[in-house]
């Protein structure tokens, strides 16, 4: 980021529970955007941070991620396609209106709206994780406007842990829950480590990036919002009329989804390649961008 580091913003901070990451700290989304910028769609702006030259592709984030999570992934694919990193409503950056629709069909309605505002007639849609489900819907709205899509760790088979979780989200007090834990910036630490196979890439730059977002305006009331629909439950018709083609990566480590529900779902796509990296966690565009943009690049040339 070219603006002020968060490391230096908690560190100048009075407060110490800012200081020592127990809370976090407050910030206003437009002093960290970087190159990025806030694009108005129907509901509010969204974050999007536009890079290379080419073929556009649409890049999104998991569920109460970041975009930025993508950077390793658009530098590496800079000379070949223009990648879009976007954030939901809700997510990063963009901005946290109350009463909004964070379900698979709102957020389907939320790429829609971005390629409208970007003046994209089509893309590459790519998505990562819980992305997964509103990247199928949007897809069976509008197929014309994808010329591909690329699933990095889609969350559409939860393990049985996830899907306890996921039950947990949907009640009461998932608000206060979620502030809770991932208000202590050591959770964030701790869900890197549970997300990679190899801890040896986790820098403290990389925590305070994922971090920076908990201190934007409404973003407990919207993580909590987000969370209640999050179940990939219901996505076998969608699946089987779908018709683009499609590359699913997965990692063999992944702690979150199933490979085996997955491959059974996914396997309904009419047009669907599978590439599994082992040893891989859930995070597969941090722990293996080289990898990943090569096997993108290979099947992307392909159609």
Known sequence: ???????????????????????????????????????PIADGR??????????DILALPGFAGTSRTWRAVAERLQNRYRLHRCDFLGYGLSDKPAGI???RIGQARQIEQ?????????????????????A????FRTPRRFSAGIMVAPFVAPRRHTAFG???????FARPVLKLLLGFRPMIVLANHTGRSDPSGITPEIVDEQYLPYGTPGIWESIAAVGRHLSPAGLN????????????????????????????????????????FDPCG?????????????VVAEFLAEI
């Open 114 to 134: 971005v390629l409208d505002a970007l003046g994209l007639k089509s893309c590459i849609l790519m998505c990562n994780s819980a992305s997964a489900a509103p």
């Open 1 to 39: 980021m070219n603006e002020e580091s968060l490391a230096a913003l908690r560190a100048r901070s009075p407060n110490p529970l800012h200081r020592w990451g127990i809370r976090p700290l407050p910030v206003d989304p437009e002093d960290h955007l970087g190159s990025g910028r806030l694009v």
């Open 46 to 55: 969204v974050h999007v941070d536009s890079f290379g030259q080419g073929p």
């Open 282 to 294: 859930h995070v597969i565009q941090e722990e293996r961008p080289d990898d990943l943009t090569r």
């Open 101 to 103: 629709d964070h379900s």
């Open 237 to 276: 018709g969608i699946v089987q009329m779908n018709k683009i083609p499609t590359l699913v990566v997965w990692a063999s480590e992944d702690r979150a989804g199933d490979l085996a529900g997955t491959q059974r779902l996914l396997g309904g796509l009419a047009d669907v390649r599978f590439e599994v």
């Open 166 to 172: 996921l039950r947990l989200l949907r009640l009461p």
């Open 136 to 139: 199928l819907y949007a897809q």
